[in-house]
């Protein structure tokens, strides 16, 4: 093992006692140096320091003034769009679908013709009826013209009575012949008009269930394809019990009940209806009411199971007064704002909440009256009696303030 000589571990401590004494000595100017300055000495005067203070200790804040506005009052919920009417096609006769005149998704009137059944066994009955009229009407023809003279002859006496009945029972037997007959062509001629299907309401056509070629049921309960009636559309939605009476108070008295159409993710506004309808009875299982609003629906933007977003207007506030709505604060004793009085000394007020009006605004029902003004921002460095300093306020009105 090396051992130092003893004038070098000499040499080493006189270096270590002559850094420890220069460090004291540069500890002790600096102390020196900062007793020289005041505190804040070197600042500039006028602005706001670390906390947003002003010359002579007032906060900078933005502030709103309170006003009045007729508010709606809004009730949200969430609905399923449904057809105004939706009907599945089928064929009323039995037989092989021929033609197909209608495109999937297709818009379609009432009365058009969407497919054709081959009809030529029905032409063939109809002609069969048709032939056997006419032979009972010759029947009929002649059976008349012989009881026509078997009356002559009995008038004569020249005619037993049992011929003349018999003769008008055969007259008899070959009319019902002629109206069975009759009936027969007219249930042939139906047969071949239900041969061609056409649509029983205006709409939109989905898939084709059924392609040419098949043979067709009327028992069926497939059917060739759905028509949809989304002009207009109808939207079913619940809304809780306890809002029945103002709802009820509105639709039985004739009033219209604006509702208001969003998308799934509430984002978009799909339409403006009215509600129409509100459900008879309470559902006990959810303790909610059923409603169904109707909807124009002219862009078609509306389809058949579409969940959406309802807001209806159920009443509006008549000169509520209403703040910007970065004024309201929450807290755990509830709602508040900061009024700012006229000598720029703040309040602390808890308010009551009414709902939203617009996307910066909020209805108050009181704490806060119209001309009130707010502190908007610099909230969160206030107490009741602080000062504050306005920093949207113009200068003719700072200099009013200072006279």
Do not use: C
Request: overall charge neutral.
């Amino acid at each position: 093992m090396t051992h130092l000589s003893r004038p070098a571990r000499s040499f080493g401590l006189k270096w270590l006692l002559l850094l420890l004494v220069m460090a004291i000595i540069a500890g002790v100017i600096w102390r020196l140096l900062s007793a020289g300055h005041g505190p804040g000495e070197g600042m500039p005067s006028g602005r706001p320091g670390a906390h947003g203070m002003m010359g002579g200790g007032a906060t900078l804040v933005h502030s709103g003034v309170a006003s009045t506005a007729d508010v709606p009052v809004w009730l949200n919920a969430l609905g399923t769009v449904i057809p105004n009417a939706s009907v599945t096609v089928t064929s009323r006769v039995d037989g092989q679908l021929e033609q197909v005149f209608f495109t999937e998704g297709q818009k379609v009137s009432a009365g058009q013709l969407l497919a054709q059944i081959d009809p030529r066994s029905f032409q063939a009955t109809l002609n069969q009826y048709q032939g056997e009229l006419s032979e009972n009407q010759a029947l009929l023809k002649s059976a008349e013209l012989t009881l026509a003279r078997y009356r002559k002859l009995a008038a004569q006496d020249a005619l037993a009575r049992q011929d003349l009945d018999s003769q008008i029972a055969t007259v008899g037997q070959y009319r019902g012949a002629v109206a069975a007959d009759q009936a027969q062509i007219a249930s042939a001629k139906l047969s071949i008009e239900y041969a061609r299907i056409t649509a029983p309401i205006s709409g939109r056509v989905g898939l084709r269930q059924v392609d040419p070629g098949n043979m067709v049921q009327s028992a069926s309960s497939t059917g060739l394809v759905t028509i949809t009636q989304m002009q207009p559309a109808a939207v079913t939605f619940s809304v809780p019990q306890s809002e029945i009476p103002t709802l009820v108070s509105v639709l039985h008295q004739g009033q219209s009940l604006p509702a208001t159409l969003y998308d799934q993710d509430n984002q978009h506004q799909l339409g403006s209806g009215e509600v129409k309808f509100i459900s008879n009875q309470i559902d006990t299982a959810t303790g909610t009411v059923a409603l169904k609003a109707v909807f124009a629906n002219q862009d078609e933007s509306l389809f058949a199971n579409q969940f959406v977003n309802l807001r209806l207007q159920i009443r509006v506030l008549k000169g509520a007064t209403v703040i910007p709505a970065q004024a309201l604060q929450l807290s755990s004793d509830g709602s508040f704002v900061f009024v700012i009085n006229q000598d720029r000394s703040v309040t602390r007020k808890a308010v009551t909440t009414g709902p939203a009006f617009g996307d910066d605004q909020q209805a108050i029902l009181s704490g806060v009256s119209p001309g009130d003004r707010l502190v908007t921002e610099g909230i969160d460095r206030l107490t009741s009696g602080s000062k504050v300093s306005l920093a949207d306020e113009k200068p003719a009105a700072a200099g009013a303030v200072s006279k």
